[in-house]
């Protein structure tokens, strides 16, 4: 009877343990849409590793963002991370996307018609004409801070601010069809604090039209 309760135990907690080790380091994810073709299909589901930029935690009321062993997301990586238009939830509570990451950092991108250069956490930006309205929108969206442009200047609580220092690296993720995205969409500015982890290999290929589902194995 020992020897049975023994094993039974001893099986529970390696079962306990291996469920505690898949939530926290590998977890799949499915793609939806048309905006990975040709790389992945509608359906794929893709295995992600959450230690390849720091393992996430946090994020909720009580725990504050934080990063276990953080490195930066690199160039043309295919990134699993929440997505920053729904506003209504938690971080980590809201939908999951997959994209490949365009510029990191450093880079200048366009976004809603105007250019500006990824900052990196704890930079300061000078605010300008240009930049003014998306770095507005960065602060009330993303960064927990109240700001308005009142006669051409930036205001943050209630104070005309010159420069802007931000909390987060930013990114930006795209789609892999640079022509013509299918989904209509092309890309999204992402800070660090959303990204989940990096997609390592595609475990399941989503059978097309005239095609049976293959599994792909891991490599």
Same mark, same amino acid.
């Given at each position: ?31 939806? $849409?048309? *905006?990975?073709?040709? @790389?992945?299909?509608? %359906?794929?589901?893709? #295995? !992600?590793?959450?230690? =390849? ?10 725990? $504050?963002? *934080?990063?276990?062993? @953080?490195?930066?997301? %690199?160039?043309?990586? #295919? !990134?699993?991370?929440? =997505? ?136």
């Amino acid at each position: 009877m020992k020897s049975a309760l023994k094993f039974v135990m001893a099986l529970t907690v390696t079962i306990l343990l291996m469920l505690a080790f898949r939530a926290l380091a590998f977890t799949v994810y499915t793609v939806r $849409g048309t *905006a990975l073709c040709p @790389a992945f299909n509608d %359906g794929d589901r893709v #295995l !992600v590793n959450r230690w =390849s930029y720091g393992l996430r935690t946090g994020g909720g009321a009580t725990f $504050g963002y *934080a990063r276990w062993a @953080a490195r930066p997301t %690199g160039r043309g990586e #295919l !990134v699993v991370f929440n =997505s920053p238009e729904d506003t209504l939830r938690p971080v980590h509570r809201r939908k999951t996307m997959a994209y490949f990451c365009t510029a990191v950092p450093g880079d200048t991108v366009r976004a809603w018609s105007a250019a500006l250069a990824l900052p990196h956490r704890g930079e300061a930006v000078a605010v300008t004409k240009e930049n003014i309205g998306l770095i507005c929108h960065i602060y009330n969206r993303y960064e927990g801070r109240k700001a308005d442009i009142r006669g051409g200047r930036l205001h943050v609580g209630g104070r005309a601010e010159d420069c802007a220092v931000f909390k987060y690296d930013y990114y930006w993720l795209a789609p892999s069809c640079p022509d013509g995205f299918k989904d209509g969409t092309t890309g999204a500015l992402v800070p660090d604090n959303h990204i989940i982890g990096r997609v390592m290999t595609r475990l399941y290929k989503s059978p097309q039209p005239g095609q049976t589902p293959s599994p792909t194995r891991p490599r």
